[in-house]
């Protein structure tokens, strides 16, 4: 079983964009506004922007997609106004062929603690609704053109403009590299592990990239945490579970975009993610020495505008209200109202071939470790959390 093959708790396994327009560029308008005048408006008086996340790859499914409303000036009198849309949602081919995309309803173990001092745990099922999927056995093809459909509950009809996958060129070798962090405290320094690419780039070509990176790393829970605390996060029907492995799909912060107009055809080098030093993630002993941390980097070529769309969204993220912060960029992707081309649709339809390869962390790579935070309770409980032994690992 690969990475891929889970969604970590059943939720969204890439950066969420709708998030990042929240804290960004919607604070930033809201900021701009009090400069003037006070808005004596709520919120919901604003119309919302449609935001719809999400690709497809030339792997089997499922593939994710989130769509969501935001609205304009969500998220200081409101606390955040991030909804999930309900919609129809398909992908369609150049030959009229489709597949919908669909919510599932998932089962997963929750444990409860009410009461702490008598430290008598409880343990339910609860269903959680997943984002919008498509079919396990469905994959895209190199050289097909897709096209993504949204309808939403009250009848309107988005749509992107046709995407034709292309071929992405393999990554020729994997490098890890340990880190420290600069840091002002001369006690404590954080570390962690840069990921480092190599491929050939194809020469006399546009080249754009971007790359995710998953890792898999095992914990064992006691029963007791630093303090001495008793931990009843623990499911008596089983005997709560105690040995876990964590699968972290798209590590955040690590989507890195790149264009290759000063190193076309050549062979290329660089950093494609970091993997930050928690006191958990290099701490188990459990593991060979020499499998410390599980890496897959999944590699993408993508067309210029994707680049250029990602790179208008990381500058909108970085917008704090500064007075020296650059002014606010459109955020439109390739996605539009086919009865209403003038309302603002944010998110990017893709269809990309991928390219992986893998590699282990080494226990003797890190010249020191994090201080150990000795996790407590029900390993299950854990965002990406699961009981069977990875394929990697066996």
């Known amino acids: 079983m690969t990475v891929r093959d889970h969604i970590s708790h059943y939720l969204p396994a890439w950066p969420n964009l709708a998030g990042r327009l929240h804290r960004g560029s919607v604070l930033l308008f809201i900021l701009l506004s009090s400069c003037i005048t006070r808005l004596d408006i709520e919120p919901s008086d604003f119309e919302d922007y449609l935001v719809v996340e999400g690709f497809i ?20 009198r409101e606390g ?14 150049q030959n009229g062929q489709s597949v919908s995309l669909e919510t599932r309803s998932v089962q997963r173990k929750e444990v409860f603690n009410a009461l702490p001092e008598g430290c008598v745990p409880a343990a339910t099922l609860v269903q ?4 919008y999927l498509t079919p396990d056995d469905f994959r895209g093809e190199p050289g097909n053109t897709y096209t993504l459909e949204v309808i939403t509950r009250d009848g309107r009809t988005y749509r992107s403009e046709p ?11 994997l490098e890890v590299v340990f ?35 998953n890792g898999i790393y095992r914990i064992n829970t006691s029963d007791a945490g630093l303090s001495g605390t008793v931990c009843c996060l623990f499911d008596p029907s089983d005997n709560g579970a105690r040995d876990c492995w964590i699968y972290e799909n798209n590590l955040p912060d690590n989507e890195i975009a790149f264009s290759d107009n000063r190193a076309d055809g050549e062979m290329i080098t660089k950093t494609v993610g970091f993997i930050e030093d928690d006191g958990l993630r290099f701490a188990s002993s459990l593991v060979p020495p020499d499998k410390q941390y599980y890496i897959e980097v999944e590699q993408y070529a993508i067309p210029r505008e994707a680049y250029e769309f990602n790179e208008r969204i990381k500058t909108l993220a970085g917008i704090d209200g500064e007075i020296f912060d650059p002014p606010p960029l459109s955020v439109r992707g390739n996605l539009f109202n086919i009865n209403d081309p003038e309302e ?13 390869k893998d590699t282990f962390i080494p226990r003797s790579l890190l010249k020191f470790r994090q201080r150990y935070t000795n996790p407590c309770g029900d ?5 990406g959390a699961q009981t069977q032994v990875p394929e990697p690992y066996r």
Request: one cysteine or more; a negative charge.
């Open 179 to 213: 880190k420290e962090l600069p840091s002002l405290d001369p006690v404590v320094i954080p570390s962690g592990v840069e990921v480092v690419a190599s491929w050939q780039d194809p020469p006399n070509e546009e080249n754009h990239y971007f790359w995710r990176v």
């Open 344 to 356: 603002i649709v944010i998110g990017y339809f893709g269809a990309y071939a991928v390219q992986k």
């Open 128 to 131: 959680v609704r997943t984002n």
């Open 57 to 76: 790859n030339n792997e089997f499914g499922p593939h994710e997609f989130r769509v969501t409303r935001v609205a304009r000036f969500a998220g200081v």
């Open 80 to 93: 955040g106004a991030i909804t999930t849309e309900e919609a129809e949602v398909r992908i369609i081919d």
């Open 379 to 383: 390993c299950r409980v854990r965002s």
């Open 163 to 173: 995407q034709t996958m292309r071929t992405t060129p393999p990554i020729e070798s």
